[in-house]
């Protein structure tokens, strides 16, 4: 009784009515509509004036009106109207105002969790286990049966930083408790206590802006000019010429040249700082959509294997099911799993899946206030439930298909503009000829009423949603062709 008490008092609030009112909508809109002469429009405009006096609001495309978005469907402040394919950078699972979200939160069972944050890692939930079991563990990575549940991507890769590195120094101590020596020395940053040891990461990589993180993240200077970093390796990643088919000699060379400098560089810094872990994207997602062959990977974890490095799977923003596999390593066929798989972004919380012999020995030594947040878990659920009901990851597939192929069809209709369209479900990319070019075709693709952003240095990056579908790929695709026709 008192549940349903605070339920009815939660649901009064304005907050609560504009989604009832979401709720009620029957369909998505029939496609994008622009009502403003340019976008940003007015209102957009005039709000990031007014936050300019609260902080640098540089990177603010669009001001945003969630309570009407929907599906697929992004209206901006000036009721603008695009077809989101940037997703949140591929963070929003089942697009925006989904029933099923919507339900879970007015559910007064769900009520607790949405208004009770805890410290998960000293006073969690009665019905935490059972949470975990129902939502993470329930689409754990094949392989993987321990789990760290945490806020962010960000503090998921340092998190793992972290999980590796205490897998390292127990493996070389031979399983004994730390010295004296160890624990006094490491409270004033000093060796034994604070090793030398360090994470090989990729050039192209992206792994979060926080400090460890940063350090292992090489997409972009403006993400790390004037942050101090660590003398930690940094490896050849492939750099394939398309379409792949025509070029199968040239990438698995490509490939061979990688392997070689990771191998190179783990024997050149054990003398110096010897590698605890290595991690690397599925998809490098933010250095602009780089791809390896799935034979590429498979030799990257035997050689982690041979060397006793730690097999890191960074799938931020590849995981959750956007490739068509719930997991984008799951394509790899590994015999032997990654040692640990970060993840975030579509999957609303953070957190990692480890091997069992990851777990740290004692209490406290991957630990904060929230360690995630278990009103995340109860979204998730509802997200798993319907991906599995309505086959998602197969919607996934046959759109990605459809959309790929039209996309290599519009790059020979305008060769010269567009090259090297590339991906695996839905999470797909193109490049231009220039930074320039790229830029002026996202702002084209805005004006047409599609929401798009890019990566890399050049390249447009496609993040749908779940329930994208090949209709909504057709209006894309054909706002596409006419920027490319009519714009360049």
């Not at 091997?355 to 995340?376: A, Q």
């Not at 990319?429 to 890399?456: W, Y």
């Amino acid at each position: 009784m008192e549940k349903c008490k605070l339920f009815q008092s939660v649901i009064n609030l304005p907050y609560f009515m504009s989604y009832n009112a979401i709720r009620n909508l029957s369909s998505e809109p029939n496609g994008p509509k622009i009502v403003t002469q340019d976008i940003p429009g007015p209102k957009s405009v005039s709000l990031k004036k007014e936050l300019s006096y609260l902080q640098n609001p540089a990177t603010v495309q669009l001001f945003i009106n969630y309570s009407k978005s929907t599906g697929n469907y992004l209206y901006d402040a000036d009721d603008n109207i695009f077809l989101d394919v940037y997703n949140q950078i591929s963070s929003m699972p089942l697009g925006y105002n989904h029933p099923a979200l919507l339900e879970a939160v007015k559910d007064p069972a769900n009520i607790e969790a949405f208004v009770n944050r805890p410290a998960l890692g000293v006073l969690p939930p009665s019905n935490f286990v059972e949470k975990l079991k129902a939502s993470l563990m329930s689409i754990a990575p094949p392989g993987l049966k321990e789990i760290q549940t945490m806020a962010c991507g960000s503090c998921s890769n340092e998190n793992a930083f972290k999980a590796a590195c205490f897998w390292y120094k127990y493996k070389e101590r031979g399983g004994k408790a730390p010295t004296d020596e160890d624990l006094n020395s490491c409270m004033i940053n000093s060796s034994p206590g604070s090793p030398a040891l360090s994470i090989l990461s990729f050039h192209g990589g992206f792994h979060g802006r926080t400090f460890g993180a940063l350090a292992t993240t090489h997409s972009k200077p403006i993400h790390k000019l004037d942050v101090p970093s660590f003398d930690w390796p940094i490896a050849y990643f492939p750099k394939y010429r398309y379409p792949l088919e025509d070029f199968e000699r040239e990438n698995a060379a490509e490939d061979s040249k990688s392997l070689s400098h990771v191998a190179e560089l783990i024997d050149q810094y054990k003398k110096k700082s010897p590698v605890a872990g290595l991690i690397v994207e599925p998809i490098q997602a933010e250095g602009g959509d780089n791809h390896a062959s799935d034979n590429y990977f498979r030799n990257l974890r035997k050689l982690c294997l041979d060397k006793g490095v730690a097999f890191i799977c960074d799938e931020v923003q590849t995981g959750g099911g956007p490739t068509g596999k719930f997991w984008a390593h799951e394509y790899w066929g590994l015999e032997i799993p990654p040692d640990i798989v970060t993840f975030s972004k579509k999957m609303l919380t953070g957190g990692y899946f480890y091997r069992d012999e990851f777990r740290p020995r004692e209490g406290y030594r991957v630990f904060n206030t929230w360690l995630g947040d278990p009103s995340k878990m109860v979204l998730l659920q509802a997200v798993i439930k319907v991906v599995k009901e309505q086959n998602l990851l197969k919607n996934m597939e046959t759109t990605g298909n459809h959309l790929l192929k039209e996309m290599k069809n519009i790059e020979k209709k305008h060769s010269g503009k567009l090259f090297n369209v590339r991906g695996r479900g839905t999470f797909a990319a193109m490049d231009f000829q220039t930074p320039e070019a790229r830029d002026k075709a996202v702002k084209a693709l805005h004006k047409r009423g599609i929401h798009c952003g890019g990566s890399g240095s050049k390249t447009l990056r496609i993040r749908t949603a779940l329930i994208f579908e090949s209709k909504h790929a057709d209006i894309f695709l054909n706002q596409l062709d006419k920027t490319l026709t009519e714009d360049f």
